[in-house]
């Protein structure tokens, strides 16, 4: 069963508390998020937020990018760009009507589809 944990506080104020209760529920094997493309902000604070548990508790850290919990479809950039993944490339490309992407955790997490070069996409093309 997955757990689903909503909040509209910002992940920096909130990630810390759900992080301690989640800890108190279940023992946490290992950490796996979404490094890139999306908001740079929000990849920052989870890295950093992941990152620190993971030494602090000895955990293993995991990443892929976001185009496998959307089943990669293309994501949002600026204006009428968009992040787009064309094999292993992640580049921006414009386009006038985007398929909506739905953001989903799937039932299972293949360890093989992620990596512990967890580092955020920092290398993908300037948006502008």
């Known amino acids: 069963m997955i ?3 909503l909040s509209d506080e910002k992940s920096s ?3 810390p508390s759900i992080f ?5 529920e279940y023992t946490i094997k ?3 998020y979404a490094n890139g493309p999306g908001s740079f902000m929000a990849i920052k604070i989870a890295y950093i937020f992941l990152k620190s548990m993971s030494v602090l508790k000895n955990i293993p850290l995991f990443a892929t990018d976001a185009f496998y919990f959307n089943k990669n479809q293309p994501i949002k950039a600026i204006g009428k760009l968009y992040f787009v993944k064309i094999s292993s490339e992640i580049k921006t490309q ?13 039932d ?3 360890y093989d589809d ?3 070069t967890v580092s955020p996409l920092y290398g993908i093309g300037a948006v502008g």
């Open 3 to 5: 757990k689903t944990v």
């Open 30 to 32: 290992g950490l796996f």
């Open 108 to 110: 299972v997490l293949e």
């Open 13 to 15: 104020d909130i990630l």
């Open 114 to 116: 992620f990596s512990t």
């Open 94 to 106: 414009k386009l006038e009507m985007a398929p909506e992407a739905d953001f989903m955790l799937p």
């Open 20 to 24: 301690n209760d989640l800890s108190k």
